[in-house]
């Protein structure tokens, strides 16, 4: 069964900084993301990164701010979000997709809630 556990949201003040990750053990993850959804906003894409961490991606609203990584062997994905704004107040969602022999299959963790104070 595939768990997920995401860690390391919180309240901050804006221009502050926040390290999330997430870890999931026992499976061959292709790649690994976040994403987050505001009160009343539709969930939306935050980042990705790929397997061996070749190639990254990011929303245009986080760009030059936060920072996806991953460490392969402990197959866990971090974003370091710095520059935080209220605007960036969200459930933050981990996200893999996840080889299971037969095929490919996305997963999304619990969310962990990051709260930007004005």
């Known amino acids: 069964q595939v768990q997920l556990v995401e860690s390391g949201g919180g309240l901050v003040q804006a221009g502050g900084s926040l390290r999330l990750s997430c870890a999931l053990s026992?499976?061959?993850?292709?790649?690994m993301g976040w994403d987050r959804q505001a009160p009343g906003k539709q969930r939306e894409l935050v980042a990705r990164?790929?397997?061996?961490?070749?190639?990254?991606t990011y929303a245009d609203s986080v760009k030059g701010r936060f920072t996806i990584s991953r460490d392969s062997a402990k197959n866990t994905v971090y974003l370091q979000m710095n520059s935080l704004e209220p605007e960036d107040t969200a459930v933050y969602y981990c996200y893999v997709n996840v080889d299971q022999g037969v095929d490919y299959y996305d997963y999304w963790g619990q969310g962990t809630q990051v709260t930007v104070s004005s």
């Open positions: 026992g499976f061959s993850i292709n790649i």
């Open positions: 990164i790929s397997g061996h961490s070749r190639w990254t």
